[in-house]
């Protein structure tokens, strides 16, 4: 399997794991020195991140749609840019409430034989 394959494998995962509601999945994807930049939020370190999610995740079930626009890796480092989507459903209510689009760039490392997400930042697009 080449490097790009096995990105767009880790990103299957991901949003198997983010559909799912599967927070620690999720989490598995993103290197441990990972820090995220969100539109119109501060950056969030791995731990910060697993905490906002739990929180979404525990009152919301996401559908997360991808678009993955750039894949280039360059030996040990790649970076993916794309467009995503998510929906977000109330547990308690059927419809979904809430949608977020928004345009991202992510820097990936391969580290010990796996690639994670180190560096990812999003804004509207």
Known sequence: MTDREQ???????????YNAGNVDAVMACYAEDLIKTR?????ENKSQTAARLK?????????????????????????VRGSLTVLLTPHAVGEPQQ??????????QKRNGRWQVTRTMDNMG
């Open 99 to 108: 949608r977020v689009a928004r345009r991202f760039l992510e820097i990936w």
């Open 39 to 43: 539109q119109g939020a501060p950056a």
């Open 7 to 17: 990105i767009e494998q880790e990103i299957s995962k991901f949003i198997s794991a």
């Open 55 to 79: 929180i979404t995740m525990g009152q919301f079930h996401g559908h997360l749609s991808v678009t993955n626009e750039e894949i280039v890796v360059v030996g040990e480092i790649a970076y």
